[in-house]
């Protein structure tokens, strides 16, 4: 389990922007590349974290407990219609949600992790900050863009990555990531983070 020990929303806010950013140069032609994602196009990649914003804002509001916030479904026709809008606007919706410092205490209901799960604010916001340093390199990958995140940022999320527990759990249908993959002598602090949170740091797209 992560343990959250700080106030990590200056870090994470500058992740969610990051990701805002380099959402900001997909193209409507872009969205059926291939992701780091397993089985995901960019345009699934794009709904997933679309609606993780919104899910997450509903969870620091007192609403996450409600299963439509966290359906893809509900958000892929904006996606697809205005990819670089639609997320823009998700992500200042969290930003917005997570900026009162009572959802530091507050329960946040999270039900993909099981039927009533809640857990401290504070903690939440470290699960969302750990997808999203993340979630911004699948962007980028999947359309050949540099992405590169403050050292203080990498430096925080590195611990939490790595406190994600791997196991068989991980090759489930469904699993929040996939199992962890070796990494090298020469990897960097955010290679380690791809790496135990099942990407390998050299994905290129697939050929053909």
């Not at 992701?35 to 699934?44: E, I, R, Y």
């Not at 359906?71 to 697809?80: G, I, K, R």
């Not at 999947?142 to 050292?151: M, S």
Request: charged fraction near 15%.
């Amino acid at each position: 389990m992560i343990s959250a020990i700080f106030d990590v929303r200056p870090l994470h806010r500058k992740a969610v922007l990051a990701s805002v950013d380099v959402v900001g140069a997909v193209k409507a032609n872009d969205l059926r590349r291939p992701t780091p994602c397993a089985g995901w196009s960019l345009a699934d990649l794009l709904a997933h974290m679309t609606v993780q914003h919104h899910g997450f804002a509903a969870a620091a509001r007192g609403a996450g407990a409600e299963s439509a916030v966290w359906e893809a479904a509900n958000v892929a026709d904006a996606v697809a219609a205005d990819p670089v809008g639609t997320y823009a606007a998700a992500a200042a919706n969290v930003l917005d949600a997570f900026a009162d410092d009572r959802v530091l205490d507050a329960a946040f209901a999270l039900p993909e992790f099981g039927p009533g799960a809640t857990f401290p604010g504070a903690l939440a916001i470290g699960f969302h900050f750990v997808d999203y340093v993340v979630h911004g390199w699948d962007v980028a990958r999947a359309i050949d863009a540099p992405f590169e995140l403050p050292a203080n940022v990498v430096a925080a999320a590195l611990p939490l990555a790595l406190a994600v527990p791997d196991g068989d759990y991980r090759t489930i249908a469904g699993a929040p990531f996939a199992p962890a993959v070796p990494t090298h002598d020469a990897a960097t602090d955010f290679d380690h983070i791809l790496s135990q949170l099942g990407r390998s740091p050299h994905w290129v797209p697939p050929t053909g």
